[in-house]
């Protein structure tokens, strides 16, 4: 592809995303650039900040389906991250996305667990969660088909290995994997050997 052709196509997505999403999304930053879209049904509680891109595929859900015209910004992704297709995101409370993350494909994120209602007719009409929010630190990279549920808290600086799910928090630098997801190493003592 020619860097003409190119520039091109950065610049038509650019449009695409500010004339579609500028008036829905609840914060929209500058130079941010979405994919087709899956699914996302209250654009008012996401905020994504400045030259972040995500591919295409995406779902960002707000569980609690609140008023449409909620101030509060339940799915907030920071600057400059690359986010690749088939991203999903579901926040009953709250999920939080640090700056510079990079993610795979196929990243699940969620901060609520269904919770099966005895006086509902099935199990897929309750409406109950149980959640606690979600918050992954700046400069973190996760690899393909990785998950993160309700309540972790993933420090800055660490990396989750493909196809790991991880079901507790982990401190800054970690190198984590497996399922559930238990830490491998620290960063920066890897780098030194």
């Known amino acids: 592809m020619s860097k003409l052709t190119s520039k091109f196509y950065y610049t038509l997505r650019l449009l695409k995303t500010k004339a579609i999403w500028g008036p829905q999304i609840g914060k929209l930053g500058r130079r941010v650039r979405l994919g087709s879209c899956n699914l996302c049904p209250n654009p008012n509680t996401i905020s994504i900040g400045d030259h972040t891109m995500i591919t295409n595929r995406w779902a960002l859900v707000d569980l609690a389906d609140r008023k449409k015209n909620s101030l509060t910004h339940k799915i907030r992704i920071g600057k400059w991250c690359r986010i690749q297709h088939d991203f999903q995101c579901n926040a ?16 699940f994120i969620s901060d609520a667990d269904h919770v099966p209602d005895s006086n509902a007719s099935g199990i897929s009409v309750s409406n109950k969660f149980d959640s606690a929010p979600v918050s992954i630190g700046d400069n973190c990279w996760l690899g393909v088909n990785v998950t993160i549920l309700k309540g972790v808290t993933l420090g800055k600086n660490s990396i989750v290995a493909a196809g790991a799910v991880v079901t507790k928090s982990f401190p800054p630098n970690s190198i984590i994997g497996g399922v559930p997801a238990k830490k491998i190493s620290n960063k920066y003592t890897n780098l030194q050997d």
Not at 92 to 107: K, M, S
Request: hydrophobic letters at 45%; one cysteine or more.
């Open 92 to 107: 009953f409370e709250q999920v939080t996305i640090g700056d510079y993350c990079l993610f795979a494909p196929r990243i």
